[in-house]
């Protein structure tokens, strides 16, 4: 089974320390309510002209995802371009693309885009995780 789904707050919930544990609380709740076994994250590259505030807390919110989790949840992390050559397309395959193939996998759609990226980077990362697993065999 596959969850996904995407966390919300906004600047004038408070400060990033802030907005961190509000995002930890709610990775608290899903993690109690769908116990999953792997949580995939997207791998964020930085670029030059992006702003360094916005890396900073992403970088916080990250840490508090991570840092939360019970030791038994696996923790995958991919680039945009892993999630799509994971799900079988092209590094340079469209949102439209990376979407269509997971409802082709039988998912079901009809999510806003920033949801429709989570659900795309939880099936590359069950598929990676699943592959690892197997590898290790």
Known sequence: RVADGTLHTAPDDGSDETRAAIM???????????????????????????EATTAHALGLVIG????????????????????????????GATKDEVFAR???????????????????????GSLRAETLRCAKR
């Open 102 to 124: 997971v409802v082709a996998m039988g998912i079901d759609g009809g999510r806003s885009e920033h949801s429709r990226d989570a659900l795309a980077i939880a099936v590359a």
């Open 64 to 91: 508090a995802v991570i840092a939360l989790l019970p030791a038994r949840i696996e923790v995958v992390t991919l680039r945009a371009a892993d999630t799509r050559t994971t799900l079988g397309l092209r590094g």
């Open 24 to 50: 930890g609380r709610d990775v608290a709740d899903i993690v109690t309510g769908a116990a999953p076994d792997v949580i995939a994250l997207e791998r964020w590259a930085f670029y030059p002209r992006a």
